[in-house]
């Protein structure tokens, strides 16, 4: 069992700047990667960004140059740094996380956060 944290989310002006922090802890062995995604009302739940075991990397267009993901291995944490941020940014940000869990209870685990909410003024 795998259990994932978002945090980080609130209201800012366009132009201003938010850092997501998303944990995962539980039986977990080690992870194959971690990423953020967002769904706006009304919209599909896209790609924000990001990173697997191998330090591969993948932006969306639409944050390239303005969004920067990061990992701090050791916590099973990954973060979202956002720049410049604009009212298309609006959405609820969610983490996604795959790995191996631990022999006991073996298998591949592919777990979402619950969400935090990025609402961004013009």
């Known amino acids: 069992q795998v259990h994932v944290v978002e945090s980080g989310g609130g209201l800012v002006h366009a132009g201003g700047s938010l850092r997501l922090s998303c944990t995962a802890s539980?039986?977990?062995?080690?992870?194959?990667?971690m990423g953020w995604h967002r769904q706006a009302p009304g919209k599909e739940r896209e790609l924000v960004a990001s990173?697997?075991?191998?330090?591969?990397?993948d932006y969306a267009d639409s944050v390239k140059g303005r969004f920067t993901i990061s990992r701090w291995n050791a916590m099973n944490t990954v973060y979202l740094e956002m720049n410049s941020l604009k009212p298309e940014d609006t959405a609820v940000y969610y983490c996604?996380?795959?790995?191996?869990?631990?022999?006991?209870?073996?298998?591949?685990?592919?777990?979402w956060g619950q969400g935090t909410q990025v609402t961004v003024s013009s």
């Open positions: 996604n996380v795959k790995g191996y869990s631990t022999p006991q209870a073996m298998g591949v685990f592919d777990d």
């Open positions: 539980g039986n977990i062995l080690h992870l194959i990667g």
């Open positions: 990173i697997n075991r191998g330090g591969g990397i």
